[in-house]
């Protein structure tokens, strides 16, 4: 099979990009998409063309890396994969494919299909995890999680954090990121103690990284290569609720001397 | 000549690394925040390392080439760790663990590493789940467990099949705490390319922004590298495809030693190989092979019907035949080359018949598909994205694919280098398994270093250096070391050649699975040393590097890591070849058990089983970079003295 | 921060102050309609009703303030939530819809602008009762006894004004939208407040669609049920005339308060 690829094409965020058009060599449907792209990149290669910059690393759904948005959907067309899991067989010959980076203020492009997306690691990097020292944990069966919760919490924390929840959403909004971390750690007995000022520190850090706000139109769900639920969105509304009605830590007072 | 001082303390076993610790010099509180490491790499390893130094009170600087920490590959890890906590009341204690993982790594590990793996693997637990990650529960709401390859008992923990994924953000959350905290310094899209030696101690690296090409020097007070492992020099692996061996190949060429580089370890459960074009082989988890039973035809011309079609009085359930007491657990090296015996034997099955059927049929029967789907959902809905196949309905095909390597830097008890003030910490470091390494212990063995191990270990190195007073970065040597870097990518770039990067990748590939895949013997390495070094000439006068210096740029990016390893390749080659034995995943098929062997007649093996040979190569071969690419490198050993056990034949039967 | 400040400079707070404004303004919706539902009885039902508001100053007029201030509150949430929302997509995409997403839930911002446009038709419609835009006349011309007293005839006003084609349209056009906001917005309410989990959204999302169903059914009812002259035809008909100037045409306006 043959496809034709429209792609954008931008060399660096200080220059505008467009769309370029490409014919595919002669391909294989057992082909995943990216390996697809590896093919027509070779081919730009032995024909003096820079190839096109794309993301990937694992290349089975795991890391979170691959991006591009696939005829209008990040992810291309299947439910719950990630583009390195998308197979060409799912598309056919003749085709025209139109492939995209993920857009969005808070993912500024760095060349074609790449985009940058530290903007997720700074939100977790304000209040995503536990505070617990190496060394100071209790023994791993002394505090039992009900499975139920364990369950859930899983289903939030396999987030791959792509980003896919961002690009597909039409106001670029990260709360399906942002859900997903802070219910996981809301859900296990260990994130309690800082349950809430961690939901106000993310969404705080998610507001100022210039996300844009939910307005519930389940586009992340559909797209996100894990289908983490809407469900998780609520329950971080619910907790931020509670967070802002407890307003800021009263400063500590100073320990004891001696 | 190198030293390879082992520095393994003295004492019993199980009071090693107690001892150690008390007997290590400390670093007053105050002092710490006068020392910086640097730690390149934040997969379990690298992450947790960060942290927890960060944690102790050390400036910490993390480089990772990925854009984000919490890409690493550790992400990909499905199946799960283990730890001796022997909550399931099955007889497992740290002993056993120990036991088992010099066991599995057919004596080709140290004794005092493994044993104080086993020690620290339950504090593993204790510290994971603190940090909240979502392992999997019975309904009383305390941890559930799984048994894997190579064990008797469940002892692995896990979180569905994402376990890596869970531990790995649980590190990168440790990680991301003290980033926020300002103990740690992220640099992401940072690659490695150089080790700065300053009189004989690693002061530094130098690294370039991905981003905007631009080279820095960083300096510290001690290098740590958990780079990952190197697998990908077989181009098609289960590794991800930015996985590489420069920072090791580097510091390698700065003095570090490599142990035992041809330990590979090639996975029996993976996705066959579908064609040319193909760019990664997916794993299928080992955690499978306790419900799925192996099973090829018995006569070849079986192989072209359809599963459903062969009678169950015509299949070779060929691992319950020859290893009646692990059966389908049988450890990887084992399970592997059993698959490709059969194959060779001409009753693979699939369209290039390297493939094996891993069947659930009888599991379906017994446990209903419900809760078939519930252990293994996900496993068979990414086997279905791949092949278009349902695993509910047909047995999957798989084949063994290159997963893993034993191989790495070579380290002492501290896991410090022979370059002294470089650390190497998880799968890029030699140390703790051997010739093979067990499911579900690189997960522990990467947070074992990172959490518990060089964070007890790396005081006694910078005790020895003055606070403050580490080597400023317009320092000579930091100077050289760039230039070489800017030297390189010039050349690169400059170079007009015709071929692209990843060709060489794959003609390197094939070179390296047919001559040191998953048997090897001494006319087939000689020949893979000669092509591979002719490809390490064509590619530098032929590689094709589009792009600019000062731009993100992939095909540069890739250039440089494959460069390296066409030479790491050769370096392989050589190992493999010096190391005139068996032993794990290192098959040399001149040294085997014969049916008159007396082992293979006391039934403790099987005839084509691996044959270590003990008087001559109980070491650990450390190469030594001779200054040169095409210069033989120099050969250096560590003997493996065994006080606790007894180097046996290892019997899975 | 006091609360009001933490609630208005964050995107949730925001959405908070959204969901529970609309769901006070969900609440005016529901019980504007029950009020009105009575123009299908007796004229004197509505009246009496229109006449007890209006007998009550100080409510009623807190209740204007209070709905004033809701819906300000809703649309300025609204409108700075939206320029947010544009703002982190400064680039658009080469075509095509946002994948999985309702065309409601992508027009809440249009929908919930017309429903403010034909807020204020409504408004100078009939509470201010502007006379140039009805299309029929002066509706402070209309009056009725009740109890011996001259009050204003809310049923006439509403007989007579939905004779008019374009005027049932836009109403018509104002609660399909109203319907289109309501449909996706009810539910979404919940979800903004955190009321949902998977059990519950279903039942959430049933709700939604029945009440704007609902709502839907029975505004278009008023507007269409007088314009296919099934409610009050002839109580138009004698009414029309009071609109007119009694010196222009004394004749016919005997016969009209004859019907009374
Ligand atoms: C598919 C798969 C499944 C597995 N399943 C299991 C399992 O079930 N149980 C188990 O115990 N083990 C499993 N393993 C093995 C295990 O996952 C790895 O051995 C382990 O996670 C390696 O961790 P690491 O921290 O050493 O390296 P990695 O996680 O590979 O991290 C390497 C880090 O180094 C950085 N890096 C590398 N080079 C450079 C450079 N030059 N400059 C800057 N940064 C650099 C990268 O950015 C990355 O952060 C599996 C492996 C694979 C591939
Ligand atoms: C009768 C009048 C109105 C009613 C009953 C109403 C009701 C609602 C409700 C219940 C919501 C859901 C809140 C949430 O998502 O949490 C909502 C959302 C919204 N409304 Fe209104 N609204 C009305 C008028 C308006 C007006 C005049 C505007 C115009 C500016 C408007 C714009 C919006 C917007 C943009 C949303 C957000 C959509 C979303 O979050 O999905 N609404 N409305
Ligand atoms: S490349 Fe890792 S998720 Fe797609």
Known sequence: MKVFLKVWRQKNRNTPGTFKTYTSPELNENMSFLEMLDVVNEDLANNGEEPIAFDHDCREGICGTCSLVIDGKPHGPHRGVATCQTYMRSFKNGDEIVVEPFRAKAFPLIKDLVCDRKSFDRIQQVGGFITVRTGAAPDANSIPVPKENADLAMDAAQCIGCGACVAACKNASAMLFVAAKVSHLGLMPQGQPERYKRVKAMVTQMDEEGFGACTVTGSCEAVCPKEISLDFIARMNRDYAVALLKGDAKAATSGGAG | MATLNSNIPSGPLDQKWEHHKFSTKLINPANKRKYKIIVVGAGLAGASASATLAELGYEVHNFVFHDSPRRAHSVAAQGGINAAKNYQNDGDSVHRLFYDTIKGGDFRAREANVHRLAEVSVNIIDQCAAQGVPFAREYGGLLDNRSFGGAQVSRTFYARGQTGQQLLLGAYSALNKMIGAGGVKSYTHSEMLDLVVVDGHAKGIIVRNLQTGEITRHNGDAVVLATGGYGNVYNLSTYARGANVTASWRAYKRGACFGNPCYTQIHPTCIPVSGDYQSKLTLMSESLRNDGRVWVPKRKEDCGKKPADIAEGDRDYYLERMYSAFGNLAPRDIASRAAKTVCDEGRGIGETGLGVYLDFSAAIARLGEDKVRERYGNLFSMYHEITNESAYQTPMRIYPAVHYTMGGLWVDYNLMSNVPGLFVLGEANFSDHGANRLGASALMQGLSDGYFVLPATISGYLATQNPGKRPATDNGSFKQAEENVQTLTKRMLGNKGKRTPDSFHKELGKLMWEYCGMARNQAGLEKGIKAIGALREEYWKNVSVLGEATDWNQSLERADRIGDFIELGELMCRDALMREESCGGHFREEYQYTPDDPETKQGLVNPGDVKRRDDQFAYVAGWEYAGAADKAPILNKEPLVYEEVKMSTRSYK | ?260
């Open chain 3, 1 to 260: 921060m006091n609360l009001c400040q933490r609630i208005w400079n964050s995107s949730l707070g925001k959405k908070y102050v959204m969901a529970l404004t609309g769901a006070a303004l969900f609440a005016f919706v529901v019980g504007h309609l029950v009020g009105n539902l009575q123009v299908f009885g007796p004229p004197e039902l509505i009246n009496t009703y229109a006449h007890f508001l209006k007998s009550k100053p100080a409510l009623l007029w807190s209740a204007r303030l209070g709905l004033l201030v809701m819906v300000t509150l809703h649309i300025a949430s609204a409108v700075t939530l939206s320029a947010m929302n544009k703002a982190a997509r400064p680039e658009p995409y080469a075509g095509k819809a946002a994948y999985g997403s309702t065309a409601q839930s992508r027009y809440m911002l249009v929908s919930g602008l017309v429903i403010l446009a034909f807020v204020l038709y409504h408004l100078a419609h009939f509470t201010v009762m502007l006379p140039g835009i009805n299309g029929v006349g002066d509706f402070s011309k209309l009056t009725t006894t009740l109890e011996g007293h001259a009050v204003p005839d809310a049923y006439a006003m509403m007989v007579l004004g939905f004779q008019v084609w374009w005027v049932v349209l836009f109403y018509l056009v104002a609660q399909g939208l109203l319907f289109a906001h309501l449909g996706h917005g009810l539910a979404s309410m919940f979800q903004s407040l955190g009321f949902r989990d998977h059990t519950w959204w279903p039942r959430i999302q049933c709700f939604a669609t029945l009440a704007s169903i609902a709502i839907f059914v029975g505004y278009a009812a008023i507007p269409l049920g007088i314009f296919t002259r099934v409610v009050g035809v002839d109580y138009a008909e004698q009414k029309k005339f009071e609109l007119r100037d009694a010196t222009l045409m004394p004749e016919k306006a005997p016969a009209a308060k004859e019907a009374k």
